[in-house]
């Protein structure tokens, strides 16, 4: 296999250095927006990026990594190479990248997104506060399941510390305990506390067909199962989908995470409680204006806790026709 | 010989049934046992396409892209090109056979080895999927019922309650018994497996060898195009970046774990099912009776390297008697 990933490698480079900046050469300068996978999540960041190139003046693009951090690390490696005046990278393993994190910060004006790297001389971070959100997730368990009982949690991934951050914050929501980010229950202990049991964390490293194993397998281990939350965007359509073919629609309580679409028609047919969303469409645009301020030497923007909070909200059946009308205008398909 | 050959592995996975059942009471569960039946259906189908393969001493490294390729082309045809669905099933059928040619040919006529030609095809069909999809998820969304219970269907049986036997299940059993009628029982099936043996001798003795490997590429491809539309139609989603990825794997180690020689000449479809049976089957383990998930692939590597480091001295012992017996009967004065 070493050779099939020596191969990909060679030619996924080839292929990034292939593709030049399209206005290279008109004088702008250029910003890449780097992100952590490809995920529709992503495409609504990228549409910010795209509005707020022109609007700034700079020539701004998106790249999605497919490989996890390897394949991250190559990107800005060769980002690097190429020269760019800015980059704003969402970190899949922040602890492990100081080196490659520090070396772009080095050489070009670097901000993190959705996920930070605190450790690193990153100017700045924008996203929102994973722990205050996983913590709105609980709260929506709670709301789902007032009586208690036992819940299984769904996730990508759980190396990258907004995912930690976010799986944290949803546990101690659902158990109404007190805030403490830096608290860490590991996944292979259950909690029971407060009436509510947390029999596991599961992960898909995001293979679809393996996210949704993880829900039948989970029905078949806890047949008895009352909720069940899926932290990374597509997961919540996975778990419906399974949900679904075993009749199990409405009894079992289902939370989410992110705007997938099946996600918020769920909400309005009532077989979602509700979702955590974020604003991944400023994430992008922040990051543009941001680094455009930056190039040119305007210090200023960063905030003395080097956070730009971009909050999360609760959508629930009440609010979800608003939200899902005002995103498909952001990303230009509601035509 | 053939029979022992599949012993060992048969044995394995009775072992690591009754290991989960005794440690999980939901591990016989009929829902739990459908779920891993649909399973073992769509990696089985996959992984009888590359014994194909294997049997002729050759390897398919772009099955996981041909079936990426097939399952976000398939949603993407039906949905956002708005073909019609026989013409979008025909389109994926003729694309996966395609493939399976021109590896064929690419290997025969050409003379390149096998491992190159499928590993060029494992990033460009999963990179052709990402540039047409535009590197978008595709799906069915709550269209195409019909379509998907294909996959994700379940049929009644008499007289046993609540179990139903999930539908890819049945298209596992036809392509089984076609492939291994075609195998055994087929002079088309012998030359295949005598080309893996010795492709010299094979082709000394007039089999036309070349068109035999190109027929085993193209069934590979085939094979793996149809699972491919499977899994979009279980799954309903797929992701061009990570829709089959690595999928080769499981379908290969299925084939060797069935008793396929990666050396070519010796394999059963029945073993290629058993061991299919036994990687899903041990997923499924972990997930019921262990809260190590991230120790999957560590289990699964272990047990699997068990399996064949015990068939193997197993075998090395069986030889050593049947040595030290011949041995006997010459030393014993007639």
């Known amino acids: 296999m070493k050779l099939v990933h020596l191969a990909l490698a060679v030619l996924s480079t080839v292929a990034v250095s292939g593709c030049k900046p399209s206005a290279s050469g008109s004088g702008k300068k250029k910003i890449v927006f780097v992100t952590n996978a490809v995920d529709p999540f992503w495409n609504n960041a990228a549409a910010g990026v795209r509005d707020a190139g022109p609007k700034f003046g700079v020539d701004s693009e998106t790249i999605m990594p497919t490989e996890g951090v390897a394949d991250q690390k190559r990107i800005i490696e060769d980002l690097l190479t190429k020269g760019v005046d800015g980059i704003s990278v969402s970190p899949i393993d922040p602890a492990n990248q100081n080196d490659i994190l520090n070396a772009a910060a080095g050489r070009t004006k670097l901000i993190t997104n959705d996920s930070d790297a605190p450790t690193s001389n990153r100017l700045l971070y924008i996203g929102m506060d994973n722990y205050k959100a996983g913590r709105m997730t609980g709260e929506l368990v709670r709301e789902a399941l007032p009586q208690g009982g036992s819940v299984m949690i769904f996730i990508g991934r759980m190396e990258q510390d907004n995912s930690k951050d976010r799986r944290q914050g949803t546990i101690d929501g659902i158990l109404g305990r007190s805030e403490d980010s830096t608290r860490f229950d590991p996944p292979e202990i259950v909690i029971e506390e407060a009436g509510f049991r947390i029999v596991g964390t599961l992960t898909d490293n995001f293979d679809r067909g393996k996210a949704k194993y993880n829900v039948e397998d989970t029905l078949s281990k806890y047949p008895d199962i009352a909720g069940m939350v899926g932290l990374f965007g597509y997961n919540p359509p996975m778990i419906l989908e399974v949900l679904a073919q075993a009749n199990k629609l409405g009894q079992v309580k289902v939370i989410g995470f992110d705007e997938n679409e099946a996600t918020l028609a769920g909400i309005q047919e009532g077989t979602v409680h509700g979702t955590v969303v974020q604003n991944p469409y400023m994430y992008g645009y922040k990051s543009v204006e941001v680094l455009s301020e930056l190039i040119k030497g305007n210090n200023s923007v960063i905030p003395a806790n080097k956070m730009i909070d971009i909050p999360a909200r609760q959508i629930r059946k009440e609010n979800v026709d608003t939200f899902w009308a005002e995103l498909k205008k952001t990303l230009g398909t509601d035509k | ?334």
């Open chain 2, 1 to 334: 010989m053939q029979l022992k050959k599949t012993l060992g592995i048969t044995l394995l996975l009775l072992a690591v049934c009754l290991l989960t059942a005794s440690l999980s009471e939901n591990f016989l569960s009929s829902y739990n046992l459908e779920n891993l039946l649909r399973r073992t259906a769509l990696f089985g189908i996959i992984s009888i396409g590359v014994a194909f393969v294997i049997v002729t001493g050759g390897i398919d490294l772009s099955v996981g892209s041909v079936i990426c390729l097939a399952g976000c082309g398939l949603p993407w045809l039906l949905t956002t090109q708005g073909w019609s669905l026989p013409s979008a099933l025909m389109a994926v059928a003729l694309v996966s056979a395609g493939i399976g040619l021109l590896h064929g040919l690419l290997i025969t006529k050409l003379g390149i080895q096998p491992f190159v030609v499928t590993l060029c095809g494992l990033m460009m069909y999963r990179g052709i999927a990402r540039g047409f999809t535009g590197d978008q998820t595709v799906g069915f969304g709550d269209g195409f019922k019909g379509l998907r219970s294909l996959a994700t269907g379940r049929i009644e049986l008499p007289f046993i309650d609540g179990f139903a036997l999930p539908a890819p299940c049945v298209f596992l059993l036809v392509i089984a018994l076609l492939a291994a009628f075609f195998l055994n029982r087929t002079i088309y099936g012998r030359y295949l497996l005598a080309l893996g043996r010795s492709e010299e001798a094979a082709r000394y003795s007039g089999i036309n060898t070349g068109r035999m490997t190109v027929l085993a590429y193209v069934l590979c491809s085939c094979l793996a195009g149809f699972g491919g539309v499977l899994f979009v139609l279980d799954v309903n989603i797929a992701q061009p970046s990570d829709c089959g990825n690595f999928y080769e794997l499981y379908a290969i180690s299925a084939a060797v774990l069935g008793g396929c020689s990666l050396r070519g000449g010796v394999g059963t479809i029945y073993g290629v099912l058993i061991g299919a049976a036994l990687m899903q089957t041990l997923r499924n383990m972990i997930v019921l009776t262990t809260r190590h998930q991230h120790m999957e692939f560590a289990i699964i590597g272990a047990v699997l390297l068990a399996g064949v480091v015990a068939d193997e001295l197993i075998k090395r012992r069986h030889l050593r008697r049947k040595a030290v017996r011949s041995l006997r009967e010459e030393s014993t004065p007639a």
